[in-house]
């Protein structure tokens, strides 16, 4: 079995402030690890992921993230955030070949001027 | 241009109709996947299927039904049986490496 927690349900910050969303993830097998970003009303839209290889891992829009393996985490990081990265963010795993991926509950990103 | 359709967008059905989702791929993906969304509760899998006349149960199959009889096309049912049908419905097909999602179906149950 496998399970995502994102620890911050809602983050606010100010217009170009750093930023990191934390996940935390279980598995019992080797995992591959995914962000996916949610605009209201909108599908899923990948921002990165973890295969395997290099740790640090990064996306589109600015956006990296970091596998650590012994803290179980893959927290998602932008050094200097913008009005329109204001959406929803979700951490998922998946731990086999049929790609189940397992959601975290979210985390809604809202970025002020 | 390739991607995923969903349709209806929006919809609304009295309490004890049946209704189904439409989803289309024509990314030439063999996996699709159906995904319930609820304010706060993440995404959590209904069905999936990994290749045609074939698919599985997710962790919240209990009212829902499904057929795969072409690659392209991935249908849900929502049935009179489930009792909280109200919510946001994602379809998603399996490429390389990642899942592609649809824009989505919101049920309204009235």
């Known amino acids: 079995a496998q399970s995502v927690t994102q620890l911050d349900s809602q983050v606010p910050v100010f217009e170009e402030a750093p930023v990191e969303l934390r996940c935390n993830y279980s598995?019992?097998?080797?995992?591959?690890l995914f962000w996916y970003v949610q605009y209201p009303n909108q599908g899923l839209q990948l921002l990165l992921k973890?295969?395997?290889?290099?740790?640090l891992v990064k996306g589109i829009n600015g956006f990296e993230a970091e596998f650590n393996k012994s803290q179980t985490s893959f927290h998602l990081r932008k050094p200097s955030v913008h009005i329109s990265d204001t959406a929803e963010y979700f951490c998922a795993v998946s731990g086999g070949s049929n790609y189940k991926l397992t959601f975290g509950k979210g985390t809604l990103l809202t970025v002020n001027p | 241009d390739g991607g995923i359709t969903q349709s209806p967008k929006y919809l609304f059905r009295k309490e004890g109709q049946n209704v189904t989702l439409s989803c289309e791929q024509n990314?030439?993906?063999?996996?699709m996947y159906w995904y319930r969304q609820d304010p706060g509760q993440g995404l959590r899998l209904i069905y999936y299927s990994q290749i045609v006349n074939d698919f599985q149960k997710g962790d919240i199959a209990e009212g829902y039904s499904v057929s795969r009889e072409k690659k392209e096309s991935f249908p849900l049912t929502v049935t009179s049986a489930q009792k909280n049908p109200t919510a946001f419905y994602l379809c998603?097909?399996?490429?390389?490496?990642?899942?592609?999602f649809g824009e989505g179906s919101r049920l309204t149950v009235l």
């Open positions: 998603a097909s399996r490429g390389p490496g990642e899942l592609f």
């Open positions: 598995s019992s097998v080797s995992v591959y």
């Open positions: 973890y295969l395997s290889g290099s740790t």
């Open positions: 990314l030439n993906h063999d996996a």
